[in-house]
């Protein structure tokens, strides 16, 4: 829905820029294998920095000035790809965040998450990189981790 091609708009009936306008959230499904003869690349699987990147840049364009934040879903699945992986995830999610995006969301049919598990420990040692937290207005990373909120209650 990024590239806003006529085609792609009258199949899901999804227009963005409308939607802008009335929500918090957009969450896009932005699954490199899902691309299909753009951009000259063959494989679309196999270029996540290309297609997430693109992909947030363009929804950050046909949004601009509605406020809403973009947070979007990400592929935890091998389909059309031959490089899926822990490192897999690490690129999507620092690809999606270096563009703009405001958090991620997985999905996989199979609901088989050990890739991105495999990959949230080496993530998450490197502060600040990977996760959100930090940059929001009053947050602190204490107050964002899981050990903190159960030490709060």
């Given at each position: 829905m990024a590239w806003q091609r006529p085609v792609d708009l009258a199949h899901t009936g999804q227009d963005i820029v409308g939607m802008a306008k009335y929500c918090d959230v957009l969450s896009p499904m932005i699954y490199p294998s899902h691309f299909f003869g753009m951009d000259g690349i063959a494989r679309p699987g196999d270029a996540p920095e290309h297609f997430i990147g693109e992909s947030m840049e363009r929804f950050e364009k046909i949004t601009q000035g509605s406020g809403v934040v973009i947070r979007p879903w990400l592929q935890a699945f091998r389909w059309r790809t031959k490089t899926y992986s822990p490192k897999y995830i690490?690129?999507?999610?620092?690809?999606?965040?270096?563009?703009?995006?405001?958090?991620?969301?997985?999905?996989?049919?199979?609901?088989?998450?050990?890739?991105?598990?495999?990959?949230?420990?080496?993530?998450?040692?490197?502060?600040?990189?990977?996760?959100?937290?930090?940059?929001?207005?009053?947050a602190t990373h204490a107050e964002l981790t899981p050990k903190a909120a159960l030490s709060t209650q």
């Open positions: 690490e690129v999507q999610v620092l690809t999606a965040k270096n563009k703009g995006g405001i958090g991620f969301l997985f999905w996989n049919a199979s609901n088989d998450y050990s890739k991105p598990y495999a990959a949230m420990p080496e993530m998450q040692v490197v502060k600040g990189q990977y996760f959100r937290g930090d940059e929001l207005p009053g």
